[in-house]
DNA sequence: TTGTACGCGTTATCAG
DNA sequence: CTGATAACGCGTACAA
């Protein structure tokens, strides 16, 4: 025992059993909404409780039970705010729901990962676990699918595991992005893209296509810039500006804070000369000057509806499933529309 | 039991006892690296374990040892990449000593607060909790530090509470910051703040007039912008600028992009004619135009030196301390220094 | 409606 | 160095 501190010795169950006059079976009745306890018991089997300050033992209750009343979160290491706000969705969903979280840390690389899934992750006291993949998600806990604890996947945009998943509408987002511009009666819009090995961007290209071609638009490739593996740079942007496009959307809201830049280096007035757009609702969107027309990602939605799906799993063997959170257009000034 | 799914039923060390032949003591020990085992012995209970894939039940566990191998950590609900950022670093701290990491989220207001200290901790299955506390600090989770579990605090500014705590040098930092300025030839050095019931901004604000005592410089009135519940508006910077600084220091980064849009707005040059500096080194400093001379905030640091702290007063009972975390100067284009 | 008896998986105690 | 025994706190058969 620890007994470190010389507090008073845990109240359990039995204590209450002694104190109120009762069995013990009677006291975990009463505590658990049983319904077939004696309303009189009850009451003063909850009173007693309180008055000594009574709180169930999670370990206990656990290994009678089998259930924890936890899930577990696998999150990459990073201090992105789009991952810390879907965190923020699924820490409310689980506390409204008295569930505790376990945020475990994913760290990248093969090796980990099956550390992870052959080491750690059995022994986790969870009922449940969402995944939250990074791009290049990890395929090696693919194997959790048929061997741990029923599972969630928030983003994973390849599809690859055969496990339930939420996911927003990035290429229809883009798609009702490009579609604004066009609607304001922008001609030559060009796409500011980046890593296209990333599914998001991916998608989010093919939404641009989506639009132009259902506005008649042609695809010009001298007003896409798609670097790889990272963010067009300065120069690139440059180039793509000298193309002359009328507007500009970008993969993401840091990319168009980058057009912006060299827009406003260039002499470029905005809106007035080129429309600019992103994509995300980043915390700096509103902040940018002007005011940046993007598409709120919906990240808290995500993590309360990867809760829902998770408990459903749990509970009542609901199959694997997907969950579509819808984009929303913010308009603001850099558009021009208003 | 649940025996939801069909899977095998769970290896225990009782199973392993029998396939090794021996008792499950002997097992427990071998598999806890308790020294009073034989060198034969412990290798053939783990080579057993292995085959049996067997992992310990941490709930089993914490009912005898009282040990919970999990910290916790309490922080508000919010996106904002700093909380981040420190709960990155106290991640990597749990994840490399094999500790767990359980988090609360903390709803503002005193009803939630003593809800969560009377109802919630109590029942939580942790050996110590971390405090992530915003300014407006819970006053009722100060209650914890006699009756609940080991605790540190992060960014306990007001230092109203008898607990450890973990802090950054906000103060020291930002003279440093000023002393920056001064020091490449500014004279008229001006300070954007905000939110001064914060003690944050409380504690910038007085490294800014260390710094201009230090060098010998007045303190004028018409250099300060000091709203007291939010951040300055764009008129009330416009007004900063009309007295005639020639370099302004903002609280925080996002102050600063607010300084260098209306500084772009009114025609004056950055940094020929004003430099700017912000503080926090947050996401956006390095993308502004030009990149943001700032103050670096070793959040992941505070992270993991608290788990450390909490560790200490864990497993060795240290008494109350602190410890500071010391920011660091990040100079780029917006001083005009390189 | 309530009580008796037991076991979940693990580790501490003690005897050998 | 190892084994027998008991106990951690709780919930669930089953019997009353």
Redesign the pocket.
Known sequence: ?QEASPGR?????????RAA????????????D?????????ERVREVAAELG????A???A????RHDTIGLLMPLTHWWGYADIQYGIAEETARRGLHLLVQPLHPGERAEREFVTRTLPALSIDGLILLMPEGTPRHVGALAHTGPPAVVIDDRGHRLDLPYVESTNRAGFRDLVRHLVGTGRKRVAFAGGQLDDAFAQERFEGYQDALREAGLPYDPELTVLPADREPTAEELGELLAAGPDAVAAAWDEIAFGVLNVAHTEGRRVPEDLAVAGFDDSPIARVMRPPLTTVRQPFREMGSAAVRMLLDAIEHGAPPAHFTVPTELVVRASCGAR
Chains 1, 2 share one sequence.
Do not use: C, E, Q
Request: positive net charge; charged residues 20%; proline residues 5%.
């Open positions: 025992m010795a845990r109240v359990t169950i039995a204590d209450i059993a006059g009762v069995s013990k079976p009677t006291v975990s009745r009463a505590l658990n049983h319904r077939d306890v004696g309303a009189a018991t009850r009574w709180f169930p033992h370990g206990a209750r290994l009678r039970t089998g």
